[in-house]
């Protein structure tokens, strides 16, 4: 029988890993392009040209050419990156802008990114409208406000043209693309659209709001966050629209790619190892102190590894840092971030100097070496719509202490009486959002850690735990083909009952 021929998706997204990264949004997007190939579907991934992107490129062809987009001239250009088939928005006025994809030296939003992002996502349009033959989709896969108003253009200047299915991912609903409404006459859309059921929001412009409200499909990056967002504590604001839009919202989890992530051909570790071969992990233990300023000892050494932020609990370890080091444990960080939360892990830095340690920064090499040599990793989140530093935890034998909420509530095995009587358990989750929870759980690890026999048990069943792609790719590719082979009706612009 002939191999059925390959689903063409187009993918929509303001960053990707390695070319450039902000979070995890850049993991994700560039772990899924090779996952999905083994699901027979062929993911192009529609990228701005930013410098680092640009400067990735292998073969670059103009594939289409545009005199006056949003401003200025823009090419689409089709190339790879090794492997991986990407087209790339071309538009110097829009992208040509060193570091931060989103946000100015100062740390300010750039003042034109609705302009650019819209500028991305109608590129994305025409290309699902056929109207650029080098690459023609069957469906689109917009990733977060960047992208999300692909299906807007779709629904209002897509009379007439092809309709493409499409999806849209919710990678963190904190970031919904809020825009002043003088933005509106630089969108290109019809004035219809500035309205409760179109891009209107609050007197503004939403752009994840209008993505919500036309897409095909919602997706999210865990099956607990698909339900959080859809309660008011949740939902951000958005939570009315994703319940009237519910039957089209679904989580699958991310996962790890663990090609760039695995201990046993890890360029950053001092010793790589295996589930075989775990005592050797000390080495990297030494090295992490040494690379932090700690003293050896044998005691045990918590790592994060995080953007400095509210959402990401931080805040509660700072406040909990002294009853965690009067405990008798240590703690690393590497990360940046908010001022207010890196000057109090400062100050706790400055009190334990021997037992806790700060690194302000951006560094994957370290934060491989983290995995590879801390006991723990700390991920005390308020929210986290999935988390992939749990995923390499648990790969590398760096036990997972978690928060029980979104994917971290998904993909960690809390060591309780049973988990550990059934050789299943394979991390730390805790329900108290609060300095003391976050104590109580760093206690608990305090204990398990001095039981070695268990201790061990808990590190392979974690490195034993399939945190891949394979799985998740094959929901995604599932999902494709169901839209594909079943255009649901023409997602509704009809106002909110
Ligand atoms: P988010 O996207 O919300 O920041 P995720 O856990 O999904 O959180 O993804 C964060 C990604 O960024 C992970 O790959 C993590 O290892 C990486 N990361 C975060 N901070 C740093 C840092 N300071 N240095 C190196 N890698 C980091
Ligand atoms: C977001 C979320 C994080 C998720 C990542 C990739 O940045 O905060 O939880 O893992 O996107 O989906």
């Known amino acids: 029988m002939p191999a059925a021929a390959p689903l063409r998706v187009l993918g929509v997204a303001s960053e990707m890993f390695p070319l450039l990264k902000t979070g995890g949004l850049a993991d994700v997007v560039g772990a899924l392009p090779a996952a999905l190939a083994r699901c027979g579907v062929e993911l192009h991934t529609l990228l701005p040209g930013h410098p680092a992107v640009l400067a990735a490129l292998t073969g670059p062809q103009v594939v289409a050419q545009w005199p006056d987009w949003f401003g200025g001239p823009a090419r689409l250009l089709a190339a790879r990156h090794g492997d991986t088939p990407l087209l790339v928005l071309d538009a110097p006025h829009l992208h040509a802008r060193h570091g931060n994809p989103y946000l100015d030296a100062t740390g300010r939003d750039w003042p034109d990114n609705p302009v650019r992002y819209a500028a991305l996502a109608l590129a994305a349009a025409q290309l699902s409208w056929g109207e650029v033959p080098a690459f023609v989709p069957d469906l689109v896969h917009a990733h977060d406000w960047q992208a999300a108003l692909v299906p807007a253009y779709q629904h209002y200047l897509g009379a007439g043209r092809r309709r493409l299915p499409s999806v849209l991912t919710i990678h963190n609903l904190a970031f919904q693309g809020h825009f002043e409404a003088e933005t509106w006459p630089h969108l290109r859309l019809p004035d219809i659209a500035f309205a409760i059921e179109g891009l209107e929001y609050h007197g503004g412009i939403g752009f994840l709001k209008a993505g919500l409200q036309f897409a095909d499909a919602i997706t999210t990056v865990s099956p607990t966050y698909a339900r959080e967002i859809l309660t008011p504590a949740g939902g951000m604001g958005l939570d009315a629209m994703l319940r009237w839009r519910a039957a089209a919202v679904s989580g699958i989890v991310n996962g790890l790619d663990t090609t760039a992530w695995s201990p046993a051909d890890d ?189 061990r048990a808990l590190q392979l069943a974690g490195l034993r735990s399939e945190v891949g792609w394979r799985a998740s790719a094959a929901e995604y590719a599932a999902l494709y083909r169901r839209l594909v082979a079943a255009p649901p009706p023409h997602a509704s612009g009809s106002p909110l009952p």
């Open 267 to 455: 360029p950053h570790l001092a010793q790589r190892y295996d589930a075989h071969t775990l005592p050797r992990r000390e080495a990297n233990r030494r090295a992490v102190e040494q690379a932090f300023g700690l003293p050896p000892d044998d005691s045990l050494l918590l790592c994060m590894v995080s953007r400095l932020t509210a959402q990401k609990g931080i805040d509660l370890v700072a406040a909990a840092l002294d009853g965690i080091v009067a405990a008798g444990a240590r703690l690393v960080v590497l990360g940046t971030g908010d001022a207010a939360i890196e000057a109090a892990l400062r100050a706790a830095a400055a009190r334990h100097p021997t037992r806790v340690a700060l690194r302000i920064g951006y560094d994957e090499g370290l934060s491989h070496l983290l995995h590879g040599g801390a006991d723990a990793i700390l991920v005390p989140s308020r929210f986290e719509p999935c988390g992939l530093t749990q995923l390499s935890g648990l790969r590398y034998g760096c036990v997972p202490v978690v928060s029980r909420v979104g994917g971290l509530a998904d993909t960690v095995i809390d060591a309780n009486h049973a988990a550990l009587a059934a050789g299943v358990a394979t991390g730390i989750v805790f329900d108290e959002l609060s300095p003391q929870g976050v104590l109580q759980a760093v206690q608990r690890c305090l204990d398990l850690h001095a039981d070695a026999p268990r201790w």
